[in-house]
Nanobody, 125 residues
Framework: VQLQASGGGLVQAGGSLRLSCVASGRALSSNVVGWFRQAPGKGREFVAAIVRSGGATVYADFVKGRFTISSDNAKNTVYLQMNTLKPEDTAVYYC???????????????????WGQGTQVTVSS
């Protein structure tokens, strides 16, 4: 397993969750890690990404001001802090990593080489 995502669960609207993504194996050398989500019947969409070496971050417009991506390089872990959750945030959340030579974030899922198994986030109204 290259990436292990965890931290999902059931929360009421307005609540918070923190997702974690732990890298192992070849994914350890990846510098760019992103979070994507997929709701039932919809395609996978970009949420946020971080360049682990410099800390640069990029967010989808629909999460700006509510979600924060961060990295603890000593723990090989990337976090997604999700606040003020809405029912429309309900989805399976995946973390993904780009190749080790890449230092630029990307919004397209096809640009990511390694994927975690996903963690379910359900927000009730």
């Amino acid at each position: 397993v290259q990436l292990q995502a965890s931290g999902g669960g059931l929360v009421q609207a307005g609540g918070s969750l923190r997702l974690s993504c732990v890298a192992s194996g070849r994914a350890l050398s990846s510098n760019v890690v992103g979070w994507f989500r997929q709701a039932p019947g919809k395609g996978r969409e970009f949420v946020a990404a971080i360049v682990r070496s410099g800390g640069a971050t990029v967010y989808a417009d629909f999460v700006k001001g509510r979600f924060t991506i961060s990295s603890d390089n000593a723990k090989n872990t990337v976090y997604l802090q999700m606040n003020t959750l809405k029912p429309e945030d309900t989805a399976v959340y995946y973390c993904a990593a780009r190749g080790s030579a890449v230092t630029v974030v990307a919004r397209s899922s096809t640009q990511y080489n390694y994927w975690g198994q996903g963690t379910q986030v359900t927000v009730s109204s």
